[in-house]
Structures are given as structure tokens and as C-alpha cells.
């Protein structure tokens, strides 16, 4: 099971850290991503993390304002996001997968996911 949250109303130009906790398993050797969607969009990559080596990813719009890290000890994935943005505002969902090598930034290639938390930046 993993458990998003994290989420909340802030003003643009604000920060929020996501956290996304892993139950009933060990998340060092899972890749996790961030995803987002938006009223009437689809849902879009945002962030993600290998699990060995831990590279990272990023859609575009996102570098330089979010950093995603890991803290396996807590078997926990955050989502620094700063500097948001009226854009930005959706409800995030974290995946995972046990799997050495699949597209990290593919929504269909996770297989658990957690509930979703829900982040509004008023401008």
C-alpha cells in the first residue's frame, strides 16, 4: 500500500513537500513516480526515481522548482516542490513498481498506487 500526502492550498511562489509512504514492503528496490491530474486533464508525469542507481526525472515544467529524493529507512519518497505555480494545481499521486528497468515517466507501467493528494496554489 502507499500512502500520499503532503498536499494543501498555498499562495504561488509557495513550497509544499509531498511524502509518499510505502507499507508492507521495502521501497529501496521500487521505482516511484509523481503524477498529476488536473480537472478534465489527463493525468501526467511529473517526477520520478530509479531505485538502483537512484536517477531522477522531471517533465519539463517542473525542473528547477521540484526535487524528488528517497529516504529508504523510512521507506518514504518526497516531492519538494517550490516556487508553484497557479499551473501546478491538481491531485498528485504517487506510483511504484518492483522493476529493475521500465519507462519511470509511463503511468501504465506502475502497477500500485497510492490515493492521491490534493494540491491548490492560488495566485
Known amino acids: 500500500q502507499l500512502q500520499a500526502s503532503g498536499g494543501g492550498l498555498v499562495q504561488a511562489g509557495g513550497c509544499l513537500r509531498l511524502?509518499?509512504?510505502?507499507?508492507?514492503?521495502?521501497?529501496?528496490?521500487?521505482?516511484v513516480g509523481w503524477f498529476r491530474q488536473a480537472p478534465e486533464k489527463e493525468r501526467e508525469f511529473v517526477a520520478a526515481?530509479?531505485?538502483?542507481?537512484?536517477?531522477?526525472y522531471y517533465t519539463d515544467s517542473v525542473k528547477g522548482r521540484f526535487t524528488i529524493s528517497r529516504y529508504n529507512a523510512k521507506n518514504a519518497v518526497y516531492l519538494q516542490m517550490n516556487s508553484l505555480k497557479a499551473g501546478d494545481t491538481a491531485v498528485y499521486y504517487c506510483?511504484?513498481?518492483?522493476?529493475?528497468?521500465?519507462?519511470?515517466?509511463?503511468?501504465?507501467?506502475?502497477?500500485?498506487w497510492g490515493q492521491g493528494t490534493q494540491v491548490t496554489v492560488s495566485s
Open positions: 526515481i530509479s531505485w538502483n542507481p537512484s536517477h531522477t
Open positions: 511524502s509518499c509512504v510505502a507499507s508492507g514492503r521495502t521501497f529501496s528496490n521500487y521505482g
Open positions: 506510483a511504484a513498481r518492483r522493476a529493475y528497468s521500465f519507462d519511470l515517466t509511463a503511468a501504465s507501467d506502475y502497477d500500485t
